[in-house]
């Protein structure tokens, strides 16, 4: 199971700590939200911050894109320094635009995702599984931290690991929203290969044992 840490719910007056407790902790992932305002309703951080992380870490930066036009940051975010970007399947009308940005973060070296909200069908981003790297499921509404984990996306879940195993897809299942160790161990029943997890690690007094109860 790879853990993937929220930096969102770190502490950014003394990021750079936050950051090396999560690593120390058995971390290799690290998840960074970004939030524009507008596809949901808070704000985040660019990716010129994203650019400071990669300056002091050398986890694998699993970037989540909650942005109205995805494409037109990409380049921003891969200088950056992410690993995978991951952008949601609501940001646009059709499929035809969804794979042009498929294509364009993998023509440039980095694995691509895409996100679904609570209320999509998982069935809507069915034909474009052969193309991704990962799937994330989000347990909550994106934009809001602290809420409670959705029970819908267990199934969805389910549905996409058969999918995925049933036609040997190079696919990974990320889930995020409201993940602890309860919820985490029903997502990893379901087939889930990534957790992402923001306060119930951050804000846990030990680091390594909250890492390692999602394991």
Same mark, same amino acid.
């Given at each position: +199971?790879?853990?993937?840490?929220?930096?969102?719910?770190?502490?950014?007056?003394?990021?750079?700590?936050?950051?090396?407790?999560?690593?120390?902790?058995?971390?290799?992932?690290?998840?960074?939200?970004? +939030?524009?305002?507008?596809?949901?309703?808070?704000?985040?951080?660019?990716?010129?911050?994203?650019?400071?992380?990669?300056?002091?870490?050398?986890?694998?930066?699993?970037?989540?894109? +909650?942005?109205?036009?995805?494409?037109?940051?990409?380049?921003?975010?891969?200088?950056?320094?992410?690993?995978? =970007?991951?952008?949601?399947?609501?940001?646009?009308?059709?499929?035809?635009?969804?794979?042009?940005?498929?294509?364009?973060?993998?023509?440039?070296?980095?694995?691509?995702?895409?996100?679904?909200?609570?209320?999509?069908?998982?069935?809507?981003?069915?034909?474009?599984?052969?193309?991704?790297?990962?799937?994330?499921? +989000?347990?909550?509404?994106?934009?809001?931290?602290?809420?409670?984990?959705?029970?819908?996306?267990?199934?969805?879940?389910? =549905?996409?690991?058969?999918?995925?195993?049933?036609?040997? =897809?190079?696919?990974?299942?990320?889930?995020?929203?409201?993940?602890?160790?309860?919820?985490?161990?029903?997502?990893?029943?379901?087939?889930?290969?990534?957790?992402?997890?923001?306060?119930?690690?951050?804000?846990?007094?030990?680091?390594?044992?909250?890492?390692?109860?999602?394991?």
């Amino acid at each position: +199971m790879i853990i993937s840490p929220s930096v969102l719910s770190a502490n950014f007056a003394d990021l750079k700590t936050d950051i090396k407790k999560i690593e120390e902790g058995g971390a290799s992932w690290l998840h960074y939200d970004v +939030m524009d305002g507008h596809f949901v309703p808070n704000i985040s951080f660019g990716y010129s911050i994203l650019s400071d992380v990669r300056k002091v870490t050398d986890l694998f930066l699993d970037v989540h894109l +909650m942005i109205s036009d995805p494409n037109k940051y990409l380049d921003d975010f891969i200088k950056a320094g992410a690993d995978l =970007i991951t952008f949601h399947y609501e940001s646009y009308d059709n499929l035809d635009q969804i794979k042009t940005v498929i294509t364009k973060i993998k023509d440039q070296g980095i694995k691509a995702g895409i996100s679904i909200k609570p209320n999509t069908s998982v069935e809507a981003i069915r034909p474009l599984l052969s193309d991704l790297d990962l799937v994330l499921v +989000m347990s909550v509404e994106p934009g809001f931290g602290g809420q409670s984990f959705m029970l819908n996306a267990v199934d969805k879940i389910k =549905i996409l690991r058969n999918w995925i195993d049933q036609d040997k =897809i190079q696919c990974l299942i990320e889930v995020d929203g409201g993940i602890n160790e309860e919820t985490g161990k029903q997502c990893q029943a379901a087939g889930a290969d990534v957790l992402v997890a923001g306060s119930y690690i951050f804000k846990h007094e030990n680091t390594k044992k909250a890492i390692e109860s999602l394991k």
